[in-house]
DNA sequence: ATATTAGCTTGCATTTTGCAAGCGACCTTG
DNA sequence: CAAGGTCGCTTGCAAAATGCAAGCTAATAT
């Protein structure tokens, strides 16, 4: 049930739809970091990260929110701060990001290690359950570590949470 | 074996390091067009589609080839002419490319049928490997009808092309 | 020779982005 | 309860990207 259009589309085509609303270079950051690495508040994204400009970080969590791709509620013991969270149609974006990133670490010279990437194309059906599963759990623990220019070649978060466990947490922490 | 690096990466993250290079509102559409249209060349882009300018047109393509995602070559019969070509690392969008498909379809009003879009999403795989397929073979035949808001429900080129025909690989394979 | 086509380039107005500073509501501390 | 810090934004302004129309060059068609 997609709202009403703001402005008219450029054409039928579902890629160009969905490229109206996150072709740009920092609202599928923004959902990457809400889906796995458990950012939630306007600060936490403004700090961890690529730098975005609090003012761009701003409108694209209102157009975020007004796409239906997040949803926004202040924190009940601070009303100061807002959680922001994926909704369902933010979460059904999961199998986009990961075929980025399968690209981008296959093509693109990153700070993600090969055998982690292997582990990530291998396993799609089960990395994407996993993200699920922690959606509806509002398991906040970061899946993937951070992949840093220059991180260790040993896959930590990934291939853990990868192996057909029960849940496991693997406390990345640290930016 | 990518490039040189043009200018300093926000961060070390493949998906934002893929969004650095396909984070605009028309890369993936040209992408699309020489993908699943059979378009070709500078003048079809142009004109069959979304109404692209001809300046960003052209500084899209010169950015898509610099980044090895696509190659250009004149016609052999015409010298005026230039064909555009995906590169493997450009047919390699394709999955991301086919989720953002699927996702647009599933969340706003396109104009791509339900049931394509269920066939589709059944069956990503096969439709992979028709995608590569039709690009090893340089066949340009259409692979998707082309979406226009109202076009009839029923689908055209994909059911066609995704009914197990003859050969079908399943592209496992590594690189 | 002339006209047409294809693929750009150029100039210029509009829009979007990036950067720094500021601001008001809310908490915490003393 | 006043001072100060945090949080989520706005605002002003410069720089870059985009969109639009026109033009320009080389190659082909007539």
Redesign the interface.
Known sequence: M?GK?KRR??????????????????S??IV?DLMVRGLRTFSEFQGA???IATNILADRLQKLEAA?IISAEPEPGDHRRVNYRLTE?GI??A??????????????????PCDV?LNLAKNREHVLAEVRRRWLDRDPTPLLP??????KPTAEGITASMRPGKRQHQPQGGR
């Open positions: 997609p259009p589309r450029r054409s039928g085509c579902p890629v160009s739809i969905s490229l109206e609303l996150l072709g740009d270079r920092w599928l950051l990457r990260g690529e730098g239906g149609k059904d974006l199998p986009v990001l990961l075929e980025l990133l399968i690209w981008g670490a296959r093509h693109e010279h990153t700070g993600a990437i951070w992949f840093v220019e220059g991180a």
